[in-house]
T-cell receptor, first 116, second 110 residues
């Protein structure tokens, strides 16, 4: 398996622009997570899905952030409009209840976002 | 809800030194316990896990034992290598909560 795939790996954009981050989870996994990592705040869970349905989005910082999972093999995290404080590394991760261990997560390589 | 307290870093050790990174947790019920490692420029990856009390997880020379009585899951390695330089995260898993510790940065010098 190719593992969790994220794109783009790096994104540089100007304040006010829309940013879309993409994730393809491991085939067969039914949980998908979006995290944000910064030096100041560490690793924060933004939202997670189970069987394509958002379960907990309490970590989404504000209405500028939205996430979708239209099917089992694709998810997006959108920021509109972007702000400099959104600069961070965004990780997607997936896991499987079917293995009996949904808490064992597999992470993608991350997208480094810089908003100028 | 679940929470975890990790030893603060950064930690700097000489090659072949003994490593301990402390982790204590609070959780409802009996969660599974995980250690993840993040190498520079990469995502987190599972290092080891334990699913019930007194279980010992091990991988790549690292070990951690699930201690229910002290709610701890300390990470240890007898002889660290330069290639072990990374950030280590402790994570309890259970109760539909997904939470990671703050991470402990380890640097091993030759």
């Amino acid at each position: 398996d190719a593992g969790v795939i994220q794109s783009p790996r790096h994104e540089v954009t100007e304040m006010g622009q829309e940013v879309t981050l993409r994730c393809k989870p491991i085939s067969g996994h039914d949980y998908l997570f979006w995290y944000r990592q910064t030096m100041m705040r560490g690793l924060e869970l933004l939202i997670y899905f189970n069987n394509n349905v958002p379960i907990d989005d309490s970590g989404m910082p504000e209405d500028r952030f939205s996430a979708k999972m239209p099917n089992a093999s694709f998810s997006t995290l959108k920021i509109q409009p972007s702000e400099p404080r959104d600069s961070a590394v965004y990780f997607c991760a997936s896991s499987s209840w079917g293995t009996g261990e949904p808490y064992e997560q597999y992470f993608g390589p991350g997208t480094r976002l810089t908003v100028t | 809800g679940n929470s975890v307290t990790q030893m603060e870093g950064p930690v700097t050790l000489s090659e072949e030194a003994f490593l301990t990174i402390n982790c204590t947790y609070t959780a409802t019920g009996y969660p599974s316990l995980f250690w993840y490692v993040q190498y520079p420029g990469e995502g987190l990856q599972l290092l080891l896990k334990a699913t019930k009390a007194d279980d010992k997880g091990s991988n790549k020379g690292f070990e951690a034992t699930y201690r229910k009585e002290t709610t701890s899951f300390h990470l240890e390695k007898g002889s660290v290598q330069v290639s072990d330089s990374a950030v280590y995260f402790c994570a309890p898993g259970g109760g539909n909560q997904f939470y990671f510790g703050t991470g402990t940065s380890l640097t091993v010098i030759p």
